[in-house]
């Protein structure tokens, strides 16, 4: 059995790294493969036997006090190190063999970056442009730019800039027409305040006419319009506590707050992209669709209770790729709401039709976003 040792800095050429097969050869030789390798009396320790001293000196003890209590991918971690700096004639037996110094491979290189969506908040406003089909407004990341964009399909060249400062706000969400005059509102959180505000349509009019309807709305999250489920005539709004996990339902116009909330539901928080995406059962009562964080299925949930696991009915699977869903109504003239969705990692737009948005329904109608 051979053994890792503590070489002059300067007693051999240093090499950057090496995958994590050549380790694998390393660890072989030195210890049978063994990681947790452990000998009373003698002095090397683990996959790549260690002495305690190279161990201390390149900074092992931040993962363990002694080599073969650390993982595997530990251990090699201060092997890069070691290799970094004395080359592979730190491991003079096994080191050569595995050709250690020829592999330069990172072992564990870092992830690339999540792909990010180009725009933020697809929100639903119906139809601002009296053309009778329901149009969106989104957020353009890197400016902070506000766009209306006109359906059915929201191609690039329909969009209209109508506002600028829009990427202050960590909530936006389309909560149809709360002010009476026949013109679809969205509702805002300032993510600096908690502030949350009414903006009235159909240009959404930036800071200047928005209206402070509520305080402490940066504990929630997950904010969906989900249309008129009281049966006041009046739009309501669902959201999701962040430090709980309930959920609540909140009534327009004003929305107010924890004085008028009424809590419908526990265990949100193991959820994402709530839509509200109307009337999909036939009952009369707006629907609501949500994705499981840890498996990506979609659930539809029954108004106006939305009655959380003993009453969802999963209707997708993989829906972790999508980002962005958003309930836009009835944008392909059969009479059932339809559903629009990012897929991430392209940034593409999808059409999903209803009732039930099957992945076979999917219609690329965007790039870009």
Known sequence: MAAAVVLPLAAAPSAD?????????????????????YRAGWPYYGGLQFSKSTWDAFGGRQYAEYPYQATKEQQIRIGEKVLATQGEGAWPTCGPPAGLGDDHADPY????????????????????????????VTVEKTTGDLYRYSGPDYGGSTRVRIGYGWNGMSEI????????????????????????????????????????????????????????????????????????????????PDYAGRTG???????????????????????????????EKSTGDLYRYSGPDYAGRTGRVQIGTGWNSMTNLA????????????????????????????PSFPGSSAVKIGTDW
């Open 173 to 252: 969400v389309g909560v149809g027409d709360i002010t009476g005059d026949g013109v679809a509102d969205i509702l805002a959180v300032d993510a600096e305040t908690g502030n949350l505000y009414r903006y009235s349509g159909p240009d959404y009019g930036g800071r200047s006419a928005r209206v402070q309807i509520g305080s402490g709305w940066d504990s929630m999250t997950s904010l969906a319009g989900v249309g008129d489920i009281t049966g006041d005539g009046v739009p309501d709004l669902v959201a999701v506590e962040k430090s709980t996990g309930d959920l609540y339902r909140y009534s327009g």
């Open 109 to 136: 290189p870092a992830e690339p970056p999540a792909p990010q969506s180009a725009m933020a908040h697809i929100t639903p406003v119906k139809d601002l442009t009296g053309d009778g089909v329901p149009d969106i």
């Open 261 to 291: 909330r009424v809590q419908i539901g526990t265990g949100w928080n193991s959820m994402t992209n709530l839509a509200g995406v109307g009337d999909i059962t036939g009952d009369g009562v707006p629907d609501l669709v949500a994705v």
């Open 17 to 37: 790294a090496a995958s994590v097969s050549t380790w694998d050869k390393v660890a072989k030789c030195e210890s049978s493969g063994d990681w947790s390798y």
């Open 327 to 354: 309930g836009v109504g009835d944008i392909t003239g059969d009479g059932v709401p339809d559903l629009v969705a990012v897929k991430t990692a392209a940034r593409y737009l999808y059409r999903y039709s209803g």
